[in-house]
């Protein structure tokens, strides 16, 4: 079974640019988390999708957007980027987000604002 | 609120030893789950190894295995017999279902030959 799969690797954008982040869940896996990973602040919820609906969302401005396709496949948005946004992206997926359904988390997208 | 802390930034062993990383939680919740998660260079997070909270016996899985005091909110994981491919980051975390994972701030290992 493939795992998270996550794209791009790496990317390297300008401040006030946007970006779109893309998250291929483990096929099945109906719930897709984001979390942003920095070395001062570790890993911080961004949101959660299920079945295309936005379940949870952390505590990050307006500039952070997400959705979920009917395929489960979900696309992080973040718009007027800031230096402050470098960072690790990691996506994880989830059967649902029931206690006993650990998450897998994909490799990551290395974003660096210059 | 939920909150899960991780007091040793860094640690290191040497290969074959034992270890043990620390973490500390705090929830409301009468029941959840406590997962280590490992981080390797290569940035994938594995899970290593995961207990419920209603389960008094401890959690092991190969090398691995955790010391779960519930009355203290403490999870500790063990590694035995230390191996060069455990260096990696841990993070400790917590779910209560309704609400995210919240994860520990991590510690840092590091497996010397």
């Known amino acids: 079974k493939a795992g998270v799969t996550q794209t791009p690797r790496y990317l390297i954008k300008t401040r006030g640019q946007q970006v779109t982040l893309s998250c291929s869940p483990i096929?099945?896996?109906?719930?897709v988390s984001w979390y942003q990973q920095t070395p001062g602040q570790g890993l911080q919820f961004l949101f959660e999708y299920f079945s295309e609906t936005q379940r949870n969302k952390g505590n990050f401005p307006g500039r952070f957007s997400g959705r979920q396709f009917s395929n489960s496949r979900s696309e992080m948005n973040v718009s007027t980027l800031e230096l402050g946004d470098s960072a690790l992206y990691l996506c994880?997926?989830?059967?649902?987000?029931?206690?006993?359904?650990?998450?897998?988390f994909g490799n990551g997208t290395r974003l660096t604002v210059t | 609120a939920q909150t899960v802390t991780q007091s040793q930034p860094e640690m290191s062993v040497q290969e074959a030893e034992t270890v043990t990383l620390s973490c500390t939680y705090d929830?409301?919740?009468?029941?959840?789950?406590l997962f280590w998660y490992k981080q390797p260079p290569s940035r994938q997070m594995i899970l290593v190894i995961r207990?419920?909270?209603?389960?008094?016996q401890n959690a092991t899985e190969n090398r691995f295995s955790v010391n779960f005091q519930k009355a203290a909110k403490s999870f500790s994981l063990k590694i035995s017999d230390s191996q060069l491919g455990d260096t990696a980051m841990y993070f400790c975390a917590l779910d209560s279902g309704n609400t995210p994972l919240v994860f520990g701030k991590g510690t840092r290992l590091s497996v010397i030959a």
């Open positions: 994880a997926s989830s059967l649902d987000r029931g206690m006993n359904s650990p998450l897998h």
């Open positions: 929830t409301s919740e009468s029941n959840y789950y």
């Open positions: 096929s099945g896996h109906r719930s």
């Open positions: 207990q419920e909270a209603y389960k008094q």
